[in-house]
């Protein structure tokens, strides 16, 4: 009868180390694996357009919290010039899903996204609560179709700017993209 303690104990010891062997060898949790980045619900109300995907960032991979929201608008583009300037970014990004009050800090310039040709734009944005957060938007073509992408953070535009094209060029992304342009 004396030896039950002892092998309920050995017992317990042996799944606990089992249990501890087994966290440290596992693979790297999903937004470990996405360089930091991990999908969120889309946090806006319905609209013209259908949700898109959310993203969230942590400072330690970002340099500072990131979200990042992006969706395709069907038809919605100048099939002839596609995305031909700023005014269109500004109208078009979904800044205003975020805060009415928004300011570009300086012009856009000329980037590629899946193979799509488009503008990207920094911006200054006055949250709800009065705080301020650097934006970058993202307007991309194909044919009559737009791609659209915003991303905001307390850090700077440029880190922003990385952060966000970083995960945008990722191969899943990309894969996710093109589907999603071709309203699959």
Not at 18 to 31: E, I, T
Not at 113 to 131: H, V, W
Not at 174 to 184: C, L, N, T, Y
Request: hydrophobic share 45%; proline share 5%.
């Amino acid at each position: 009868m004396s030896r039950w303690p002892l092998i309920v104990s050995a017992t317990v010891a042996l799944g606990a180390l089992s249990g501890a062997a087994a966290y440290q060898h596992a693979g790297p949790r999903h937004h470990e694996r996405n360089g930091g980045w991990q999908e969120i619900a889309w946090p806006f109300p319905r609209d013209g357009w259908p949700a898109g995907k959310a993203f969230r960032c942590g400072a330690a991979a970002c340099g500072g919290e990131v979200e990042l929201y992006v969706r395709p608008k069907l038809g919605f583009c100048n099939c002839d010039r596609g995305v031909a300037d700023d005014d269109e970014v500004d109208r078009v990004a979904d800044l205003d899903l975020m805060s009415e009050h928004f300011a570009p800090i300086a012009p856009g310039q000329m980037v590629r996204l899946a193979d799509m040709p488009g503008r990207i734009r920094a911006y200054d944005l006055k949250m709800s609560d009065g705080l301020r957060h650097a934006a970058v938007g993202v307007a991309v073509s194909r044919r009559c179709d737009l791609l659209v992408a915003v991303a905001h953070g307390k850090g700077d535009a440029p880190e922003l700017r990385r952060a966000a094209l970083d995960f945008l060029a990722r191969s899943e992304m990309a894969r996710w993209v093109m589907a999603a342009m071709e309203g699959r």
